[in-house]
């Protein structure tokens, strides 16, 4: 996973199906593949995703498909990161 430039979106997935801890695994696995990730907190029914854009919710769902796992929802809110001084 790469850290972002310029804005960033935050991801708050919602997923059914995720019942043990292996699941929470596989999950962040299979995010680990998309590109534009810079990170991703899973839990048991949720993932919080910070990218720069290019992981769609339609990437995200794909890749937690893979998984095993359907999502139920994608909420997304872009952010504006501030310069480094």
């Given amino acids: 996973m790469s850290a972002p430039r310029g804005p960033v979106v935050v991801s708050v997935v919602t997923i059914r199906g995720m019942i043990a801890v292996h699941s929470v695994r596989a999950v962040f696995t299979a995010l680990a593949g998309v590109e534009g990730i810079a990170s991703a907190d899973v839990e048991l029914?949720?993932?919080t995703v910070e990218h720069d854009g290019r992981a769609t919710p339609e990437r995200l769902r794909e890749?937690?498909?893979v998984a095993g796992y359907e999502v139920e929802e994608v909420v997304e809110e872009r952010k504006r990161r501030l310069p480094l001084l």
């Fill in 45 to 47: 029914g949720r993932a």
């Fill in 63 to 65: 890749a937690i498909a």
